[in-house]
């Protein structure tokens, strides 16, 4: 080890209290599922955590009725500011909790320990405690003077914030008044049934909130329940189609957040070390697993040669290990499939003529880890640069005029996010304005707040999250 | 003295800022409420419909880009146009839809007086539905409403004015473009209503309407990789369901319609008009 290297720091395994059986949660007990139970694994490690219960179809109904009656006989005549404070207490038990959940998430998913403990935790706090002021003030927000819930939200989440997408869900579906059924994801069902224990801590009424760990099945079987009101679902655009397809035609009401190939864009007058820092964070953030990661790099042609050179020394000082690792900069990906996924796009990218660079850093050898990659000479109709491949790989483009950037941006069916990089006012606000997409972060990326609404243009779904634009979807509006 | 033989008008499609006949050569005979002849309407055909979505979204850009106050004086001046018009809508409505002529003529001065609801819109739509973002942060988050793109909309099919301009000037008060399909019986008052959209400095293409059978057209819209958002209230109930699974292909934005026409003469709310609007968050850090 040299003098400036840095010794291993890594959080304590044992504050997240991991159990060797996890249940579903329905009407406000953890129950048997009588789904084939699942082993949930590290990613980082590729060790059992623990073993799931997962729920079956029958399940998926109990779960329903129980949300229903939640619904009819104890949370849709609560007054808001008693709804209110239920949520309150949850932000509450969530940051008392925040060490066990931070760790827990770096366990399941794999992502580094300094974004689920800076990250995804306090922002999972947050969205309950934004969320608990508006139960009793839902008159003001623009949506009539009395407006009423939906009844029971079937909600599916993805991998990539496992805790942080349940509170994205819950937190405004019950702020509304609605009861909620909610399937994490496959692969990281652990925060969110340590959550339920959360909801039981917090005294919240049986019923109100239902978790059911399962894989894709559970998810359609609830989204198909003719007793759920409300469907809101985060991940993929292809499966996105399929939920709007057995949505179409019914009275539920349907918000998707789906996939992204978001744009970054850097003009010449950009102030580059804070751009490269921002585009580091816009593609690297969580391993790439991000629906909003700014996948595209878009450089103007005049200075593509000195961000390309500052961007490889940066890229080559990140560390990728051990998640629970302090010091870690990028984790492990989250599986064997989406590894797999990576793997194969990244060989398109050869195959059809891009320039691969893979930082030289260090890989574990056990465990699913894939090296921070940036593709450049890459071209519109590359898989590499139109397909989502939902991990640390960049594609980087280039550009001569603000015309030409917005057009390549645009150039996609997509429409979540997305970059701009320059030191002129007027050029960040024409940009912001002609780029289609439902987030754009100037001179930043990757930033979230519950006050903030997030969302999709065009194939990246529908509906928003966060601020007074996101109640919409829980609202018989 | 004998009486002047009127001067008859060929019916034909607004595409693009033009009246051309269906490129398929088809028409179709329209009736009044009572069997007899009152005119031959062009019958679009999938072409035309693939036609006029390219002229929207062509319009798009400007439409779009134009300020709210500019939109505002256009949608304005489409309740000014037809204001001179009055009385040749309240004779189409009246025939088309078989009512009395004083109640035709209270349905045209309602279609008239929702222009102008809808045109007070356009510059207030941003205050109302945006928001400056209390982010927790240094930063300076402002999210606005932007319009969705092209509309497809399939038009009422009952009421044959009121109903068209309801859901029609939600679409362009948003910046949205919208390629209409009128409805298939009573399509005289769209027709009539495409030239004064011509004369009213609505640019090309912004608003395309196209006389023809909403079941034969529809699916085509549903499934169109360029169209946006979708309003099915012409369609009957079961072939919404089917063409709200098209919409899923391109996950368009589908407009929740009641299986019945509802009461065209209510105030509207604004759930028309948030459903062509998508909100845009913008971030950018505070610092010296």
């Known amino acids: 080890m040299g003098i400036f290297d840095y010794a291993p720091a890594p959080e304590s ?26 082993k949930t694994i590290n990613p980082a490690t590729e060790e059992t955590l623990a073993e799931v219960g997962t729920a079956s179809v029958s399940d998926v109904d109990t779960a329903v009725k129980a949300a229903r009656k939640a619904y009819t006989s104890v949370w849709s005549k609560m007054p808001g500011a008693e709804r209110a404070k239920y949520l309150f207490r949850i932000a509450r038990l969530i940051q008392e909790r925040s060490r066990e959940l931070a760790v827990l998430e770096t366990l399941d998913n794999g992502k580094p320990i300094k974004e689920s403990r800076d990250s995804d935790v306090p922002t999972a706090a947050a969205h309950f405690f934004y969320h608990a002021g508006w139960a009793d003030k839902l008159g003001y927000a623009g949506y009539g003077p009395d407006p009423k819930p939906l009844g029971v939200a079937g909600q599916v989440i993805p991998w990539n914030f496992p805790l942080l997408m349940l509170a994205w869900k819950i937190a405004p579906a019950l702020a509304t008044g609605n009861t909620v059924v909610l399937k994490p ?26 978790i059911l760990p399962g894989a894709g099945d559970i998810g359609a079987s609830l989204v198909a329940h003719p007793d759920v009101d409300k469907i809101a679902f985060t991940g993929s655009t292809e499966v996105g189609k399929l939920i709007q397809r057995t949505v179409a035609g019914t009275r539920k009401k349907l918000t998707l957040e789906l996939g992204g190939k978001a744009a970054n864009i850097v003009f010449d007058d950009a102030p580059l070390d804070q751009a490269v820092e921002g585009i580091v964070n816009g593609i690297f953030f969580n391993q790439g697993h991000v629906c909003c990661a700014g996948s595209r790099l878009l450089v103007q042609e005049s200075v593509a040669g000195e961000v390309l050179e500052k961007l490889r020394y940066r890229v080559s000082t990140l560390r990728v290990g051990d998640p629970l690792d302090k010091n870690t900069d990028l984790g492990a990906i989250n599986s064997a499939e989406q590894l797999a996924k990576i793997r194969g796009l990244v060989e398109s990218g050869d195959a059809e003529g891009a320039q691969r660079w893979t930082s030289p850093c260090p890989v574990p050898d056990r465990g699913f880890f894939f090296a921070p990659t940036v593709f450049s000479e890459v071209h519109q109709s590359m898989r590499i640069a139109r397909e989502e491949i939902f991990g640390p790989v960049l594609s980087v483009l280039t550009f001569r005029t603000p015309d030409e950037a917005v057009a390549k941006a645009n150039n996609t069916p997509y429409g979540l996010s997305a970059g701009i990089w320059s030191e002129k006012g007027s050029r960040i606000l024409w940009t912001a304005n002609q780029l289609r997409a439902g987030v754009v972060w100037a001179n930043t990326f990757n930033r979230f707040d519950p006050a903030a609404p997030f969302g999709g243009y065009q194939e990246s779904g529908f509906g928003r999250e966060g601020g007074r634009t996101g109640l919409e979807g829980y609202l018989d509006v | 003295m004998s009486d002047r033989i009127s001067v008859a008008k060929t019916y034909k499609l607004y595409l693009g800022g033009k009246f051309p006949r269906s490129e398929s050569g088809r028409v179709y005979p329209v009736t009044d409420a009572k069997g007899a002849f009152l005119a031959n309407a062009a019958h679009a055909s999938r072409k035309d419909l693939r036609d006029a979505v390219s002229a929207a979204r062509k319009a798009f850009p400007g439409w779009s880009s134009a300020t709210a106050y500019n939109r505002g004086q256009v949608l304005y001046r489409v309740a000014e146009v037809m204001e001179g018009r009055r009385a040749q809508f309240a004779t189409e409505v009246a025939a088309c839809e078989g009512i ?19 045109a007070g819109w356009t510059d207030k739509i941003a205050s109302v539905l945006g928001a400056a973002n209390p982010v927790a942060g240094p930063y300076f988050s402002f999210t606005v409403p932007e319009p969705t793109g092209v509309v497809g909309v399939l ?10 301009v309801t859901v029609l000037a939600p679409v362009l008060a948003s910046g949205s473009t919208a390629v209409l399909v009128s409805s298939a019986e009573r399509p005289l008052p769209a027709i009539t209503l495409s030239e004064v959209l011509a004369t009213s400095d609505v640019p090309a293409g912004t608003a395309n309407i196209l006389t023809g059978h909403a079941a034969e057209l529809g699916p085509w819209l549903a499934s169109h990789a360029d169209v946006n958002a979708l309003d099915p209230t012409g369609a009957t109930p079961a072939d919404r369901v089917t063409l709200a699974q098209e919409a899923a292909g391109t996950v368009k934005r589908v407009l929740s319609v009641p299986d019945t026409e509802p009461d065209w003469t209510a105030e509207p709310d604004l759930s028309r008009l948030r459903r062509y609007l998508e909100a845009k968050t913008v971030w950018h850090p505070l610092g010296v």
């Open chain 1, 13 to 38: 395994r044992a504050l997240a209290n991991l159990k060797e059986h996890y249940k579903p949660f329905i009407n406000g007990q953890f129950v048997d599922g009588s789904g084939e139970p699942l």
């Open chain 2, 155 to 164: 038009a009422p099919q009952s009421s044959s004015l009121l109903g068209l």
């Open chain 2, 100 to 118: 009395a002529a004083k109640k035709a003529e209270s349905i045209v001065d309602a279609a008239i007086d929702r222009w102008v609801w809808y």
């Open chain 1, 185 to 210: 994801a496959e692969t990281t069902p652990l925060t969110a049934l340590v959550f339920a224990e959360i909801c039981q801590q917090a005294e919240l009424p049986p019923g109100v909130v239902n």
